[in-house]
């Protein structure tokens, strides 16, 4: 299959390794702890309906979206907010090109958080491998490093200077990796699940995740959770997709992939949940624990199965996958925009600076601000206020005829006003929904 040429890093050379590249951004913590926690905490089947219902609005219009802006732009989030803009006026193409700014500063603070919690999965691998957490008080030893300066620095090194390494060939590197991680990353939890499927009473919570209590969907904040999870879940950000979409060829239908993108990622997300929220209901745990559901409860529970140790190295070889391949995503959509704006710098060059401000940021957060606090501000500002411009810049900004020509490149089927209609009545005012209600929640608690 013939893919486009990438001035700085080349095109994806297949579908397949698009779609895997794609999916491993979207699949991350969002899906193995942040599914199974909403899950728990919001009606369980019937937050899945509703979760499910945003993902088929959100991969029909704006996952596609931030690809074909990507294709079109042929770069990152500054230039592509840039050419989206333009198609008003000249004026507009440079404003538009300030506003991608925040969008792309969100990708950049979600990475610097983001390394410190992966470098916590590797410090959790390699206490794994040597045994130490099969016999540890699971809640002091996360305390131990959660709540200490500087205690995972090893790990955060190798961290981020291992993710940007898969970077320095581009696409090319980006797509061979995913090929690799993503597949051990759905046979690692469908082993798991299988597993988990052992332990006693686990129908329990087989019929929390798949019997919907009908009454938990009056509940307008069942609804605003699950928006928020399909939002991210598709990393629909208003700038991390756009920089995958411009290495895609001109040949591909965007709507297909953005589909099949959705499904596996929502794949990722119901089996990590088959592994969690069944071996609370087994061990009587909290299934809305957060972060410390990877760290605390599956660790006890890990401990107390046959084969745990083994177990305990596959889970976190399979949680270093998918952080890596989403903060490939993050990464590279920085790094493109730099390229873009900045000519003369090398692709090398500009991810060594990713490294530095990544390492120096992220190690001092751990000792200031912990990464909780960060990643709050960054998820519940930066992030709904960069997914709610870019919606607004596609479907309100851009001249509509100049997106549909892109949607429909390759499509086989031709999307219209239908489908434009539902990108700026529906997709739009859900962004900004979701923008308003972060806000809010975060003044009002």
């Known amino acids: 299959m013939e893919m486009k040429k990438k001035e700085h890093s080349g095109g994806f050379r297949s579908r397949w390794g698009f779609i895997l590249a794609s999916v491993g951004s979207a699949v991350g913590m969002a899906n193995v702890w942040g599914f199974p926690n909403k899950l728990g905490s919001n009606g369980g089947g019937a937050f899945l309906i509703a979760y499910l219902f945003f993902i088929f609005i959100f991969s029909y219009v704006g996952l596609p979206a931030e690809f074909a802006i990507g294709r079109r732009s042929k770069t990152g989030t500054l230039g592509s907010y840039e050419n989206a803009w333009s198609t008003r006026s000249k004026i507009a ?127 307008p904040m069942v609804w605003i959770w699950a928006m928020g999870q399909a939002f991210f879940s598709l990393s629909i950000t208003g700038s991390g997709m756009i920089v995958y979409g411009a290495y895609l060829g001109e040949q591909e239908d965007v709507i297909a992939v953005s589909r099949k993108t959705a499904i596996f990622d929502t794949i990722a997300a119901l089996i990590a949940a088959l592994v969690i929220i069944p071996a609370c209901f087994s061990y009587q745990l909290d299934v809305g624990a957060g972060p410390s559901l990877l760290f605390v409860t599956l660790p006890t529970i890990l401990q107390d199965i046959p084969m745990g140790r083994i177990f305990a190295i596959i889970l976190y070889v399979a949680m270093i996958f998918a952080g890596i391949s989403s903060l490939q995503n993050m990464f590279e959509a920085v790094c493109e925009s730099l390229l873009h704006k900045f000519p003369k710098l090398s692709r090398k060059a500009v991810l060594t600076i990713l490294c530095f401000i990544c390492l120096g940021i992220g190690i001092n957060m751990e000792a200031i601000f912990h990464w909780g606090p960060w990643m709050d501000l960054v998820s519940i500002y930066i992030i709904p206020i960069g997914a709610t411009l870019g919606a607004a810049s596609w479907f309100w900004v851009m001249k509509k005829e100049d997106l549909l020509a892109e949607i429909n490149k390759g499509g086989s089927k031709t999307q219209g006003n239908i489908w434009h209609f539902i990108g700026r009545y529906v997709y739009v005012p859900f962004a900004i929904i979701l923008c308003c209600v972060a806000l809010f929640m975060k003044v009002a608690f």
Do not use: Q
């Open 93 to 219: 193409g440079k404003t538009g090109g300030i506003v991608a700014w925040l969008p792309l500063a969100g990708s950049m603070c979600i990475a610097i958080g983001y390394a410190v919690i992966v470098a916590y999965v590797l410090k959790a691998l390699f206490n794994s491998l040597t045994g130490t957490l099969m016999s540890v008080d699971t809640a002091t030893w996360f305390e131990s490093f959660a709540l200490t300066p500087y205690s995972v620095i090893p790990f955060h090194i190798i961290v981020v200077i291992g993710t940007l390494f898969t970077l320095f060939l581009g696409a090319k590197s980006i797509e061979r990796t995913n090929k690799i991680m993503m597949p051990v990353f759905f046979t690692i939890f469908v082993i798991l699940a299988i597993r988990v499927a052992m332990l006693p009473n686990v129908m329990e919570g087989y019929l929390f995740m798949f019997v919907p209590r009908w009454e938990a969907l009056k509940d």
